[in-house]
């Protein structure tokens, strides 16, 4: 990517590291290297000003999976935190096993404490074939960014796996984030919500997925305390997380697309009611009646989300993983997301991921329905040059006050640097090529970048109001636990 202009001329701002204190000597004294703008290389005044505009503009990312640092840094389950590899199993990790490698090496590159060096004999076959892909190329970028290493090889992994040991520490998640990234703020995605240490920062959405899919008695039943024995009763525990959580809460989400269509239907109570008391029964249900329960409690979960006008966010489109996508399925979620749209002209639906491959599909969507909105999250790791594709049609197409552009998608934080620069690269690209091309003026592109890089998503999420009521949650203002 190196007309892209991620060249890292500078490949460290040394000061900031070798600061007063010393290197790393107290958490004030360190830095990491600044990400240089392509602005001044880019060959055209054009690119020069629309480059320039891109890079000096804060995104809102609106879909991420990230912890909060403090649990990132004392690891899963309170044991020391991951190896350096982390960084690469999420997505990268799919591509490896569809790009052929043998379960038992990847299992041992992911999980067994080996060396760098031994690991990397493990990654060497594979990482020719992986390391051009979007989900290769965030995290080059990322190591790139972060440990001042051009790309992963035999000479240089050790080095990565000890950078990525010296930049993982309190304080890690602002430098990446905010400082690198110039990211406002994230919308994470967790089981159900979480009362967040950084909650400005990491604001977080409601997840519905399990108020209706299943539904989930154990995830969103136990904390409510509430004795379900009744349909009655599980709208009481819907209820209850939305009165509790409703007004720090983003939006709502739910990727139960990867389980069955979208095509969620309006579904009367006493219809679902015996379907309910058979599931709290532990008796058996048809894949028919679970289909009934779970679309009347969509649309229930969905009304409370339009009550506290929350935006639902719903997956659409590819699958992560591997050997498991089934298209044909895949390929419905644009019409039901119609159907949606067309029950429900009140709610404001997010579709994620462009759908992609069916992103052509999405834009007639947005064009068509007001209520209709596509978030790119993700996008731009799938295939970086057909979310360029996208935004630039959907610029020419649909209102623009309806897209957002960025979410990392992430569990771990450094690869959300990379997203975060290859959507930067997409979004100065589609613009580019759309004034080149004669479809817009310069004036006219210039003006486009606020509102697609964090003015719609500031709007449309609330994000102010959210952060003025998460000052003040019980959760806020708790001391940290040591
Ligand atoms: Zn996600």
Not at 53 to 69: A, G, I, N, S, Y
Not at 207 to 214: E, L, P, Y
Not at 397 to 417: H, Q, R, S
Request: charged share 25%.
């Amino acid at each position: 990517m190196n007309s892209s202009g991620f060249t890292r001329r500078e490949t460290l701002k040394v000061l900031g590291l070798l600061g007063a204190g010393g290197m790393w000597g107290s958490p004030q004294a360190w830095a990491l290297p600044s990400v240089q703008s392509p602005a001044s290389e880019q060959p055209t005044e054009v690119r020069r000003q629309i480059f320039a505009k891109v890079w000096q503009t804060p995104l809102v990312d609106t879909h991420e999976h990230l912890p909060d640092e403090q649990d990132c840094l004392r690891g899963p389950g309170g044991k020391p935190q991951e190896d350096w590899t982390v960084i690469l199993r999420h997505y990268l990790d799919s591509d490896l096993i569809t790009a052929g490698m043998p379960k038992d090496q990847h299992e041992q590159f992911f999980r067994k404490p080996l060396s760098p060096l031994e690991k990397w004999r493990l990654l060497a076959p594979y990482w020719p074939a992986v390391k051009n892909t979007g989900y290769g190329q965030a995290v080059r970028i990322a190591i790139r960014e972060l440990y001042g290493v051009e790309d992963l090889s035999e000479k240089t992994v050790e080095k990565v796996a000890a950078q990525y040991e010296t930049v993982r520490r309190p304080g890690f998640y602002e430098r990446i984030l905010c400082e690198l990234a110039k990211i406002d703020s994230c919308q994470v995605n967790t089981g159900t919500f979480r009362e967040s240490r950084q909650p400005l920062l990491l604001l977080q959405d409601i997840s519905i997925v399990g108020m209706f899919a299943g539904p989930n008695l154990q995830a969103f039943g136990q904390p409510t305390g509430i004795q379900v024995k009744s349909l009655v009763d599980w709208y009481r525990v819907i209820d209850w997380w939305f009165d509790r959580y409703g007004k720090y809460a983003t939006a709502v989400k739910s990727q139960n697309a990867y389980a069955r269509n979208i095509d969620y239907e309006k579904i009367p109570r006493e219809r679902a009611e015996p379907v309910f008391a058979k599931r709290i029964a532990g008796q058996p249900i048809s894949p028919e009646e679970q289909k009934l329960l779970e679309d009347h409690l969509f649309w229930y979960a969905v009304g409370k989300a339009t009550e506290h006008g929350l935006p639902v966010k719903l997956h659409t489109g590819y699958y992560a993983g591997q050997n498991s996508m089934p298209l044909g399925r895949v390929q419905g979620n644009p019409a039901a997301a119609c159907e949606l749209c067309r029950l429900s002209p009140q709610t404001t639906f997010v579709f994620m991921h462009i759908c992609y491959p069916y992103y052509e599909d999405l834009i007639s969507i947005a064009k068509q329905y007001t209520n209709a909105y596509v978030d790119m999250c993700w996008s731009w790791i799938i295939n970086p040059v057909a979310a360029k594709d996208f935004l630039k049609k959907y610029l020419v197409t649909a209102p623009a006050n309806k897209i957002f552009t960025f979410g990392g998608d992430y569990f771990p934080v450094e690869p959300v640097l990379g997203h975060a620069l290859i959507a930067r690269q997409g979004v100065a690209l589609s613009l580019c090529e759309l004034v080149e091309e004669g479809w817009l003026s310069l004036e006219d592109a210039l003006s486009l970048v606020d509102p697609i890089m964090h003015e719609n998503a500031r709007r449309v999420f609330r994000i102010e109001e959210k952060k003025q009521a998460l000052r003040s949650a019980p959760w806020a203002r708790r001391p940290l636990p040591p």
